[in-house]
Nanobody, 122 residues
Framework: QVQLVESGGGLVQDGGALTLSCSVS????????MAWFRQSPGKEREFVAALNYRAKNTMYADSVKGRFAISRDSVQNTWYLQMNNVKPEDTAVYYCAAGQFHSTMDKNYYYWGQGIQVTVSS
């Protein structure tokens, strides 16, 4: 069974940087498309970034484009979300997800981490 575990969240100041990690156990990353989503209180879960299984194609939400970067380390079976120039509106619980399709839609991902809190202070 595939398990995803996020780490690296916490409190960061407006304009700062933070790197989230998602470690995968139970299966190697090679055949999965990967993504990050986030959910703020009172809001629906939203797409943040996606990386296809070949690690060649990426997609980003407009709100994070140019500030966030998704990547992976196949040897460590881990993928990352580098968050630069963070803003208070980036405050949310962040989830990593793996699935069959390279997609911005959460319904296309069937393995999920438990989520990790990121709080950006102004």
């Amino acid at each position: 069974q595939v398990q995803l575990v996020e780490s690296g969240g916490g409190l960061v100041q407006d304009g700062g940087a933070l790197t989230l990690s998602c470690s995968v156990s139970g299966r190697t990353l090679g055949t999965y498309n990967m993504a990050w989503f986030r959910q703020s209180p009172g809001k629906e879960r939203e797409f943040v970034a996606a990386l296809n299984y070949r690690a060649k194609n990426t997609m980003y939400a407009d709100s994070v484009k140019g500030r966030f970067a998704i990547s992976r380390d196949s040897v460590q079976n881990t993928w990352y979300l580098q968050m630069n120039n963070v803003k208070p509106e980036d405050t949310a619980v962040y989830y990593c997800a793996a699935g069959q399709f390279h997609s911005t839609m959460d319904k296309n991902y069937y393995y999920w981490g438990q989520g990790i809190q990121v709080t950006v202070s102004s």
